[in-house]
């Protein structure tokens, strides 16, 4: 008869059983953050024609399967190696390295910080959807997972120059959904528009319907589920009146972005605009993603509406500057990026300006913004300008009248 296993026999001590509890929670909300992954393919696919659903599951398959990779290789040793002056860290790359030691758990950290990179990455994939080349969407997904998401990593989750300042981004507000978003407009702004969707004669906008609504939602219900483990895991660790405040805090903020969404739009347009309202639930979602562990929950049903109008209008704003964003993408996670890091400084219980804290944290958010704009934007915009400048930036006229599929 073979004999039991030693840990049997001896019995498990009370920290293998924390380490095996806290790996496992850290183990749920990876899962859920890579269902998001889902979600934006769906998402995209359902609010953008049907001629370019085979383009846009591919380049979402490729984010997350590359982004992985990448990220593993120099993206995590870039974000949380021992650093030099702040600004980027030396060496974990590989997973090599003892520098990062957050309780034992290194490993499946790596797995959970490894989706967000790859978020910050597949934000970009909606805003350049129906005209840029596959193989450079790819490289840009590269570039996004290697060094532009890492770098602000670095400077912020990282222990670099920002965080030095106070800057709270619990679950990445700025760091990862603005980065995506900066990121997003500058391509979109390099690509130009689709074909047909500005009048030529009046400017305007005209509206490009997406072939699947029912997609559009699933995907938007998809990352609405994600977003639990998104910000619920980002509290990294068993506390669990702390990660039940934060998922509350979670679901008031979307639900009230999704609500306002509606409701504002029903009565600007005349009628629910169910893909604007899907924004808005995203928009509520991103706006609470910095402040889920500092902000009241009133605050949090606050900054819910505040996002979900702040979205129509940004998504207003970006068609009368001719930027083409088929998703909203850049008004979702770019705009409502910056209020819902803003709305730490604002808001926070402790420290945010209407709570008597003054102006110290709401002045640290500002410069962390504006840092991290800085950065990314110059960066995508080497990035993005390079690829058009050696012609593989956009498809052509006849393809992309055909579809990229």
């Known amino acids: 008869m073979l004999g039991a296993p030693a840990y049997a026999q001896d019995g498990i001590s009370v920290e293998d059983l924390a380490l095996a509890t806290m790996v496992l929670y850290l183990m749920v909300a990876t899962v859920l953050v890579f269902i998001m992954h889902a979600g934006f393919a769906m998402l995209e696919a359902g609010f953008t024609r049907s001629k370019n659903t085979a383009n846009i599951i591919g380049k979402n398959l490729m984010t997350i399967s590359l982004g992985i990779l990448v990220y593993y290789a120099i993206g995590w040793g870039l974000m949380y190696g021992e650093q030099v002056a702040g600004l980027f860290g030396t060496d ?92 997003a407009l500058v391509g979109a702004a390099f690509l130009g528009p689709r074909i047909g969707k500005f009048d030529p004669k009046t400017g305007k906008a005209r509206g490009i319907p997406g072939h699947s609504i029912a997609l559009g939602a699933l995907g938007t219900l998809l990352l609405f589920f994600g977003w639990f483990g998104f910000n619920g895991g980002s509290v990294l660790e068993l506390d669990g009146e702390l990660i039940g405040f934060v998922i509350v805090n979670t679901a008031l903020a979307g639900g009230a972005g999704g609500t306002a969404a509606g409701i504002y739009t029903r009565l600007t347009n005349g009628k629910w605009d169910v893909a604007m309202t899907a924004n808005g639930i995203l928009a509520g979602l991103v706006g609470i993603t910095a402040g889920a562990d500092a902000v009241s929950f009133n605050m949090a049903v606050l900054v819910g509406l505040l996002a979900g109008v702040l979205v129509a209008l940004s998504v207003k704003m970006f068609d009368s500057l001719k930027i083409d964003d088929p998703v909203g993408a850049i008004s979702v996670h770019g705009t409502c990026g910056i209020l819902g890091t803003l709305w730490v400084g604002l808001a926070a219980m402790d420290g945010g300006l209407f709570f008597g804290g003054g102006a110290e944290l709401l002045i640290s958010q500002v410069i962390g913004i504006v840092g991290v704009a800085a950065w990314v934007g110059v960066a995508s915009a080497i990035l993005f300008g390079t690829l058009k400048a050696m012609g593989q930036l956009r498809v052509s006229e006849e393809e992309e009248i055909d579809g990229l599929d």
Request: charged share 10%; hydrophobic share 55%.
């Open 92 to 183: 974990n790359f590989f997973l090599l390295g003892d520098t990062y030691d957050p309780d034992a758990t290194l490993e499946i950290d790596f797995a959970f910080q490894a989706m967000f990179a790859a978020t910050a990455a597949t934000i970009v994939s909606g805003a350049v959807a129906e005209r840029m080349k596959f193989g450079a969407y790819v490289a840009v997904a590269v570039v996004m997972t290697g060094l532009i998401y890492p770098i602000v990593g670095a400077w912020t989750w990282g222990g670099g120059w920002i965080d030095g300042l106070g800057f709270a981004d619990f679950a990445g507000s700025t760091i990862v959904h603005m980065t995506g978003g900066m990121a």
